[in-house]
């Protein structure tokens, strides 16, 4: 099933789900995403990765065929007391290592129990996250945890990410759950798209819409914190962290403009931010930029700025218009 949540990673629900419309399934957080897909008529399976969040969306699971994570003993008993038109597959989440949301494995076969108890459940899928699916042995300990709690289960499973994918085929198996990669981006710090094969969805793109000539000395931007240590061409590019380009991005962070590689100078700010130009004088007002993309993959915007390409993707802020290729 392909995630798709926080709106395709920034691409789009139902661009992304256009895109992919022939995929087995599809994995959102909210009943607010799953239904705008059933509207725009999708069929498949469609998962709620943190379940039902009150019981008022009970009904929705049936109105709607929407399957849920089941990871706590609040959810489970509103899926016990409820009396639903119909029933829900269930994927119910098994904490082997990550600590975050899931049952206590050696509990998966009462569990099991209960749930093939509900009328309010159709089928049970035993699932679980890893939390290091990005490390060389990141899931060997869950995977023998999961092992060993529902060896004698004869039922689906879904356990693999994009890091788990494609670093640990033992996770190969049942309804796996890739999200990044769809959309061309790294789940490795050590391990880039390209060399994954993987080609960037996303293109952020603008352009140059001023230009400075400053002496030794001059600063760029608020806070002066790049000061030119000769004379240079400064270009000003329309895109700024209102726009979702991170604003901890250190001068430096690569980027293309007039098909040149360069980098950023100075503080990003809100609807601008600064690049040097010194060397590239064919680049004028109207010079294309790329922020990240195919040449500048998203994942080295991110690194200089701290976080991973994810947390770019998704903070695709909603100004940003977008045009699809
Ligand atoms: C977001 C998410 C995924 C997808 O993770 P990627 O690292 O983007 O592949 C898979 N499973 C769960 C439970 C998730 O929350």
Not at 146 to 170: G, I, W
Not at 177 to 206: H, N, Q, V, W
Not at 247 to 267: F, K, N, Q, Y
């Given at each position: 099933m392909a995630v798709v949540k926080a709106d395709g990673y920034g691409h789009g629900l139902l661009r992304v789900a256009r895109a992919l419309e022939d995929s087995d399934g599809f994995a959102v957080l909210n009943v607010s995403e799953a239904i705008q897909l059933r509207d725009a008529g999708f069929r498949q399976p469609i998962l709620?990765?943190?379940?039902?969040?009150?019981?008022?969306e009970l009904p929705l699971l049936t109105e709607y065929g929407l399957s849920a994570v089941v990871h706590c003993d609040d959810q489970l008993s509103m899926l016990r007391t409820v009396r639903l038109s119909g029933s829900v597959d269930i994927?119910?989440?098994?904490?082997?290592?990550?600590?975050?949301?899931?049952?206590?494995?050696?509990l998966a076969p009462a569990l099991v129990a209960q749930l093939q108890d509900c009328?309010?459940?159709q089928s049970v899928t035993l699932m679980t996250h890893f939390?290091?699916?990005?490390?060389?042995?990141?899931v060997e300990g869950p995977m023998e945890v999961f092992r060993t709690a529902t060896r004698d289960m004869v039922l689906p499973v879904s356990l693999a990410n994009s890091a788990a994918l494609l670093r640990h085929p033992?996770?190969?198996?049942?309804w796996v759950r890739p999200g990044i990669m769809l959309y061309g981006a790294?789940?490795?710090?050590?391990?880039?798209a390209r060399k994954l094969g993987l080609k960037p969805a996303m293109t952020m793109s603008s352009a140059v819409i001023g230009l400075q000539e400053i002496e030794k000395g001059g600063a760029v931007g608020y806070g002066g914190t790049f000061v030119a240590d000769r004379k240079m061409r400064i270009g000003v590019v329309a895109c700024g962290y209102a726009d979702?380009?991170?604003?901890?991005?250190?001068?430096g962070t690569p980027i293309l403009v007039a098909g040149r590689l360069g980098r950023t100078v100075g503080r990003v700010s809100m609807d601008m931010l600064t690049v040097d130009l010194t060397e590239v004088p064919?680049?004028?007002?109207g010079a294309p930029v790329e922020l990240w993309g195919p040449h500048i993959p998203v994942d080295e915007v991110a690194r200089a700025a701290g976080t991973i390409g994810y947390e770019l993707l998704c903070a695709?802020?909603?100004?940003?218009p977008v045009t699809e290729v």
């Amino acid at each position: 099933m392909a995630v798709v949540k926080a709106d395709g990673y920034g691409h789009g629900l139902l661009r992304v789900a256009r895109a992919l419309e022939d995929s087995d399934g599809f994995a959102v957080l909210n009943v607010s995403e799953a239904i705008q897909l059933r509207d725009a008529g999708f069929r498949q399976p469609i998962l709620l990765l943190e379940g039902i969040f009150s019981a008022a969306e009970l009904p929705l699971l049936t109105e709607y065929g929407l399957s849920a994570v089941v990871h706590c003993d609040d959810q489970l008993s509103m899926l016990r007391t409820v009396r639903l038109s119909g029933s829900v597959d269930i994927f119910l989440k098994l904490n082997t290592g990550m600590n975050r949301l899931g049952f206590s494995p050696h509990l998966a076969p009462a569990l099991v129990a209960q749930l093939q108890d509900c009328r309010a459940v159709q089928s049970v899928t035993l699932m679980t996250h890893f939390a290091s699916a990005d490390e060389a042995q990141g899931v060997e300990g869950p995977m023998e945890v999961f092992r060993t709690a529902t060896r004698d289960m004869v039922l689906p499973v879904s356990l693999a990410n994009s890091a788990a994918l494609l670093r640990h085929p033992e996770t190969r198996v049942g309804w796996v759950r890739p999200g990044i990669m769809l959309y061309g981006a790294t789940p490795f710090p050590d391990l880039s798209a390209r060399k994954l094969g993987l080609k960037p969805a996303m293109t952020m793109s603008s352009a140059v819409i001023g230009l400075q000539e400053i002496e030794k000395g001059g600063a760029v931007g608020y806070g002066g914190t790049f000061v030119a240590d000769r004379k240079m061409r400064i270009g000003v590019v329309a895109c700024g962290y209102a726009d979702g380009y991170p604003r901890h991005a250190p001068t430096g962070t690569p980027i293309l403009v007039a098909g040149r590689l360069g980098r950023t100078v100075g503080r990003v700010s809100m609807d601008m931010l600064t690049v040097d130009l010194t060397e590239v004088p064919e680049a004028g007002i109207g010079a294309p930029v790329e922020l990240w993309g195919p040449h500048i993959p998203v994942d080295e915007v991110a690194r200089a700025a701290g976080t991973i390409g994810y947390e770019l993707l998704c903070a695709r802020a909603e100004r940003v218009p977008v045009t699809e290729v």
